[in-house]
C-alpha cells in the first residue's frame, strides 16, 4: 500500500488521479487532498477517500469544507501556507503535485525537504526553480517521476540505460487547435477556439499553453532539468496524432520511443506505481486505426512562445522564472478576453527585456522575479 497525498486534487490530473486510484483497491492509500477554491469538490472527494487532511487554499472557503466534514477524522487546514503542510504530512510515500501554476513551487520545496518523491504534474515549478528543485531532490535523496505524458515517455525510455547515452531527446507536439495556421489567422482566434484541443481534455491554463505552444516551451525547460540536457540536446517536433509521446536517440544512434493512445491516466498510473507496472483495462493501441503516423517541423515562427521559451533556457538564470510567470498573466487575460492570441508573446517578450536578469537566483531571487513579472506583465495587459 502506497500513502499518496493530492496537491491539485480538484483538477484535470487531480481527479484522473483519483479515479486510477479508485480503480485499485488495496494500493494506495489518500493521505491529503488539496483544493483552491472548488469546496464542493474537495468536500465530496474527502468523503469518499477519507485522507487525514484536506486544504482548502482560499481561506474563504474554510468554514464550508470544515462544517461538511465536522462528523469526521478529518483534519481541514485553509492557505497557502496549509498546503506546505499537506506536502510534508508524515507517513506519506508520495506527493501527486498536480496544482496549476508557479504557486506549486513552495509545496512542492516543502514535500521535498520532508522526504516525499514527487509525481510532478506542475511543470511550472521545474521552470521557475529548476536548478534549485533538483538539487534538493538529490540533497534529500527524492525520486521526481514526471507526469506529464511526453515526460513519462523519455523516463520511461531511458529506463535501464547507462548514464550519459543520451544524444538527444524529441519532445513530441500535436500542434494544437491551431497547427498549420498563420499570423493572419491566429490574430483573431477566441478562447472558445484555443480551449478546443483536438487530441487532449485538460484544464483552462494548459490548454492554451498547448494552443500557443507555450506548454511545449515549458515542456523543453522541465526535459532539462529532469534528464540534465543542454538546450541543443532537446528538440521538438510536431506530431498531431499524439501516439507517440516522445523519444530518446542515444549516442550509437538508436532511438527509442513509448507510444500508447493519448489518455493522461497512462503516465498518471505509472508515476503512482513507479517502479511497478499495474495491469489495468484502459483502451489499448490499435495499428489498423492509425495507418498513417505523422511528423512536422514545429513552426517557431508563428508560434513564437515556443522561440522565447528556447531563449530563456538558453539565457538561463531566472529567465524562465520570467517567461512563465508573465505567461500565467497573459493567459489569465486571454482567458478574461483583455488581450488578443497573439499579444500574449508580445507581453512576454517585453517581460524578458524589462525584467532584471540574475544569472544565478536563490530562492528569494526567484519569488522576487515572479512578482515583479507579474506587476510589469498586469500593467501591459490592462494597457
Ligand atoms: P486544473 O486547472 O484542471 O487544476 C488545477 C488544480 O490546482 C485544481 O485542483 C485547483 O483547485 C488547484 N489550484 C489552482 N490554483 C491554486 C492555488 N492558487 N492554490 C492552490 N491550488 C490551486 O489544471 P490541470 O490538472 O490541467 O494541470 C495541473 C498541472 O499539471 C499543471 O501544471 C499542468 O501544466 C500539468 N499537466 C496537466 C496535464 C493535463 O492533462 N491536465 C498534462 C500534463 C501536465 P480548484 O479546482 O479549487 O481551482
Redesign the pocket.
Known amino acids: 500500500m502506497k500513502n499518496i497525498s493530492i496537491?491539485?486534487?480538484?483538477?484535470?490530473?487531480?481527479t484522473?488521479a483519483l479515479k486510477v486510484i479508485a480503480g485499485n483497491p488495496g494500493l494506495y492509500k489518500v493521505c491529503a487532498l488539496?483544493?483552491?477554491?472548488?469546496a464542493d469538490?474537495?468536500i465530496e472527494q474527502a468523503l469518499a477517500f477519507k485522507p487525514m487532511l484536506v486544504v482548502?487554499?482560499?481561506e474563504d472557503k474554510y468554514q464550508t469544507v470544515k462544517a461538511a466534514l465536522s462528523g469526521t477524522d478529518i483534519k481541514v487546514l485553509a492557505g497557502?501556507a496549509a498546503?506546505c503542510e499537506a506536502a510534508g504530512l508524515d507517513g506519506v510515500d508520495l506527493v501527486l503535485t498536480?496544482?496549476?501554476?508557479s504557486?506549486?513551487l513552495g509545496p512542492t520545496i516543502a514535500a521535498i525537504k520532508a522526504g516525499k518523491d514527487i509525481a510532478l504534474?506542475?511543470?511550472?515549478t521545474l521552470v521557475v526553480a529548476g536548478d534549485l528543485i533538483t538539487s534538493l531532490a538529490k540533497a534529500h535523496g527524492v525520486k521526481i517521476i514526471p507526469?506529464?505524458?511526453e515526460h513519462s515517455a523519455i523516463f520511461q525510455c531511458l529506463v535501464g540505460e547507462p548514464a550519459n547515452s543520451v544524444e538527444k531527446i524529441y519532445l513530441t507536439a500535436s500542434g494544437g487547435p491551431f497547427r498549420g495556421k498563420d499570423l493572419s489567422f491566429l490574430r483573431g482566434v477566441t478562447k472558445t477556439e484555443a480551449l478546443k484541443h483536438p487530441n487532449?481534455?485538460?484544464?483552462?491554463?494548459?490548454t492554451i499553453?498547448s494552443a500557443s505552444l507555450m506548454?511545449k516551451g515549458?515542456e523543453v525547460i522541465e526535459a532539462k532539468w529532469l534528464f540534465d540536457l543542454e538546450a541543443d540536446q532537446i528538440d521538438v517536433i510536431v506530431h498531431p496524432q499524439s501516439i507517440i509521446h516522445s523519444l530518446v536517440q542515444f549516442n550509437d544512434g538508436s532511438m527509442k520511443a513509448q507510444m500508447g493512445l493519448p489518455d493522461?491516466n497512462l503516465p498518471i498510473h505509472y508515476a503512482l506505481a513507479y517502479p511497478d507496472r499495474i495491469t489495468n483495462d484502459f483502451k489499448r493501441f490499435n495499428f489498423v486505426d492509425y495507418p498513417e503516423l505523422n511528423f512536422y517541423k514545429a513552426d517557431r515562427k508563428t508560434f513564437r512562445n515556443l522561440e522565447l521559451a528556447y531563449t530563456a533556457l538558453r539565457q538561463g538564470g531566472n529567465m524562465p522564472c520570467i517567461i512563465n510567470a508573465a505567461n500565467e498573466v497573459v493567459v489569465e487575460a486571454f482567458l478574461q478576453d483583455k488581450i488578443g492570441f497573439l499579444q500574449m508573446s508580445d507581453v512576454i517578450e517585453a517581460c524578458m527585456e524589462e525584467i532584471g536578469f540574475v544569472e544565478k537566483p536563490s530562492l528569494n531571487n526567484y519569488l522576487e522575479t515572479d512578482l515583479h513579472t507579474r506587476i510589469f506583465a498586469s500593467q501591459l495587459v490592462t494597457k
Open positions: 496537491l491539485g486534487a480538484t483538477g484535470s490530473i487531480g484522473q488539496s483544493a483552491n477554491g472548488n469538490l474537495l482548502i487554499a482560499d497557502e498546503l498536480a496544482i496549476v501554476g504557486v506549486g504534474a506542475n511543470k511550472e507526469v506529464d505524458s487532449w481534455v485538460m484544464g483552462a491554463k494548459i499553453d506548454n515549458l493522461m
